[in-house]
């Protein structure tokens, strides 16, 4: 199963998402040399969608210099949804946790996120918010965390690269 | 004359205190006498390439041996460079040693390819056999396995280090008799889940005391673990395998108490899927670790350098990218005595980093340990101050390793290449080794590697040069070269052909996706016939292609052994007698 769910976070009022954005993909990443990656094209400044297709865009071997086993050894960590019929290195176990990367325009460092333990948008956009360390990043807003959670909205990109709000589809 | 001469009795008691093999390869150069008295005491083999030389000729010159060591394929099959089927096939070797050494004890193989008969003849074969080293080895099963564990009554060491093992569903580790006692170190870190039962392992266990190392696969849980622990608090090294699960504070306290018992333990590993809130079970041994490997546990920054804070006494630390540049300060601060550090990338095929790290972070370790001596440091931005910086604080260095992901990446503060970073890392650092070079490079870094690098012995080379002029330097000026690994760069016919004799004082030399002709490789071929050249090419006859035309893959090494008896179809040499291709 390859889920390409993208979530975006932006200010209200902003027209066309021009106001810089959280954007969250889900994906995974049962075959490392997958094409699959929730990154959107047309959407962000380019030179993050360009990037991260240009490793395998170039098909190349033995790149980065990563042996082989530790490749397939770190595969079967986080990533989620294996069963140990699907793969024998992963032992027995059924996890649960959806790992979700998220990147904000402007900010370089994308971070992973469990959405497994937030039980609603409320919850994650505030986890989101703190993570990404908003205040300093936008220098103009005051006040708390979850004063300022309403101003943002949360939304994905589906695989036909529609926007959506995610709010308008319910928590799983 | 008479007076001055030595008993060969005394010659060889003295040349037993003689370990290396270069000292020893100079000791039986001294005259007639010596050579025969050192080659009947060698007992400890160390082949390079095990197409270097033929198992019969290492059995006539040495007919003692006791302990042997092989390597197989060229380092770039670690990463999908070598064809399946090249070769480094080991039942030859062991073939013929089963005949000329029945007390052989110590087999130590890397990147060859190991049958179940190879494993069952070795088991039939050495009557008092100790030690068995399968190092990033494939081609057999637990079936082989068994056959060890079941004849092997004085075996002290079992290491199937990233090895690729089949499942034969053979449970193997119960193939050990109830009377085997002597199992010294353990290592079954590759194998999958089907392939270990755990109260065979927990009986086995318990019933060698002498048990130092333990190195056990991701399938057993975290509750079990505490047990082992129990059962062997004797152990030196210890590679954990826990479970992701939420916290159970029963779980906890007993792996924290197993752990506590632990006073020897000095070396960890594993940590597949670990939750944090379990680390802190490991911090009564945390004061007295010198080796951690952190590789495979996706922990964050914060948790990270929790536990590194706890470890004073490090030498060495694997961790993923993930402990991030703060985790390298706090890294740096905490552990003064560190000597190796090797950061992995956690996501390596993302573009984007996936954690805050770029080179502030070995830029604070090489400020902060003044002991650091390896490294290997993969990373999405460097500088060349920064590789300056480094160099100046650090000129101990003996290995340095690293990989800037994207192919051609230039300094990120000033756009230029690595040239001078690199040339700064060569230069001061005057013991170096080892040495990858990665990033945006031009012909330049070369020239300040043939000046400066005298000591280099492996160089590692991946997008960089312009021209042969950059081979060239390398081939010219590093006088202690002895392993070259090239892929995707414009390096040709000339240099190579021009360095041909230097060819020969090397171990080998790989070239991969460069700019060199079928022709060049056959001329080489002809000058050179103590060259074996090896073209590697899976598209047809490189004959068949215009003369222009470049090889893919060049693998050129030097052998007394000749041409060898099992190359693929896909291995070209000038050679185009058929019959020299026999199957393995």
């Not at chain 1, 790992?99 to 505030?126: N, P």
């Not at chain 2, 190092?135 to 079992?158: P, Q, Y």
């Not at chain 2, 222009?548 to 070209?572: E, H, Q």
Request: proline residues 5%; charged residues 25%; glycine residues 6%.
């Amino acid at each position: 199963m390859c889920m390409e769910l993208q979530l975006g976070l932006a200010l209200p009022g902003s027209d066309t998402w021009s106001r810089p954005l959280l954007k969250l993909s889900l994906y995974e990443d049962i075959n490392v040399n997958s094409k699959k990656r929730g990154f959107d094209h047309g959407y962000l400044e380019d030179e993050f969608s360009a990037a991260s297709f240009k490793n395998y865009e170039k098909g190349l071997v033995g790149w980065p210099p990563v042996e082989t086993w530790r490749r397939k050894k770190l595969r079967c960590q986080v990533h989620n949804h294996m069963t140990a019929a699907e793969n024998g290195y992963c032992g027995g176990r059924a996890s649960n946790s959806t790992y979700v990367k998220v990147k904000m325009e402007g900010v370089v460092i994308a971070r992973k996120i469990d959405i497994s333990i937030h039980q609603s948008f409320e919850k994650l956009t505030t986890t989101l918010m703190t993570m990404f360390d908003i205040f300093s990043h936008f220098p103009f807003i005051f006040g708390s965390v979850d004063e300022n959670r309403r101003s943002f909205k949360l939304t994905y990109q589906d695989k036909e690269g529609d926007w959506l709000i995610a709010e308008d589809v319910p928590w799983r | 004359r008479l007076a001055y001469s030595l008993s060969d009795e005394v010659l060889e008691h003295v040349f037993s205190f003689i370990q290396s093999d270069k000292d020893r390869n100079v000791v039986s150069a001294v005259c007639k006498s010596w050579y025969e008295i050192e080659r009947w005491c060698r007992r400890k083999i160390f082949v390079g390439n095990c197409y270097a030389v033929s198992p019969k000729m290492v059995i006539r010159r040495f007919p003692q041996v006791r302990s042997i060591e092989l390597k197989g394929k060229p380092h770039f099959a670690d990463f999908n460079l070598v064809p399946d089927g090249w070769g480094g096939y080991v039942l030859p070797w062991i073939t013929e040693m089963a005949g000329a050494y029945p007390w052989l004890d110590e087999i130590r193989l890397k990147r060859m390819v190991v049958t179940d008969e190879s494993l069952e003849l070795i088991a039939k074969s050495f009557k008092d056999f100790k030690v068995l080293v399968l190092a990033s080895c494939e081609g057999f099963s637990t079936d082989g396995l068994a056959a060890i564990a079941a004849s092997c009554k004085n075996l002290r060491e079992l290491d199937l280090r990233e090895s690729e093992v089949d499942d034969s569903s053979v449970h193997w580790l119960s193939h050990f008799p109830e009377t085997y006692t002597s199992m010294v170190s353990l290592n079954i870190s590759c194998l999958g889940s089907g392939e270990v039962s755990f109260s065979a392992l927990e009986r086995l266990v318990s019933r060698c005391p002498n048990l130092r190392s333990l190195k056990l696969n991701r399938a057993v849980p975290l509750d079990k673990t505490a047990n082992i622990l129990r059962l062997a608090p004797q152990l030196v090294e210890f590679s954990t395998c826990t479970y992701s699960a939420e916290l159970r504070s029963d779980v906890f306290s007993n792996l924290a108490g197993a752990f506590s018992n632990c006073n020897e333990l000095r070396s960890l590993s594993g940590f597949w899927d670990v939750v944090p809130d379990y680390l802190p079970a490991i911090y009564s041994v945390c004061s007295r670790l010198t080796s951690l490997n952190l590789s495979y546990a996706t922990i964050q920054s914060p948790d990270l350098i929790k536990l590194v804070s706890h470890c004073p006494s490090l030498q060495r630390l694997l961790v993923l990218d993930y402990i991030e540049d703060n985790g390298l300060e706090a890294l740096a601060s905490n552990c003064k005595d560190l000597q190796e550090l090797r950061v992995f990338p956690s996501d390596p095929f993302d573009a984007e980093p996936n954690a805050s790290l770029t080179e502030q972070g070995l830029v604070a370790v090489s400020l902060g340990c003044p002991k650091l001596q390896s490294v290997l440091y993969f990373c999405r931005r460097m500088s060349n101050a920064a590789l300056v910086t480094i160099a100046k604080n650090r000129p101990n260095l003996t290995r340095f390793r690293l990989c800037i992901i994207e192919p051609n990446t230039a300094d990120y503060l000033t756009g230029e290449p690595f040239d001078v970073g690199f040339g700064a890392i060569v230069e001061h650092c005057k013991d170096l080794i080892r040495l990858s070079l990665s990033g945006l490079l031009t012909d330049c870094v070369f020239e300040y590697i043939g000046k400066y690098a005298k000591k280099l012995e492996m160089l590692s080379v991946a997008f960089a040069g312009d021209s042969d002029l950059g081979l060239h330097h390398v081939l010219s000026g590093c006088e202690s070269l002895r392993k070259l690994e090239i892929r995707d760069c414009p390096f040709g016919d000339k240099a190579l052909l021009t360095n041909a004799a230097k060819l020969e004082t090397m171990r080998s030399l790989w070239m991969s996706s460069c700019s060199v002709s079928f022709e060049a490789c056959k001329l080489l071929s002809q000058k050179m016939p103590r060259l074996n050249v090896e073209v590697i090419d899976e598209r047809g006859p490189p004959d068949s292609r215009p003369k222009n035309c470049t090889v893919d893959k060049l693998y050129i090494y030097r052998s007394v052994a000749g041409p060898r008896f099992d190359m693929p179809p896909f291995v070209w040499t000038k050679d185009e007698d058929l019959a020299l291709r026999l199957s393995p």
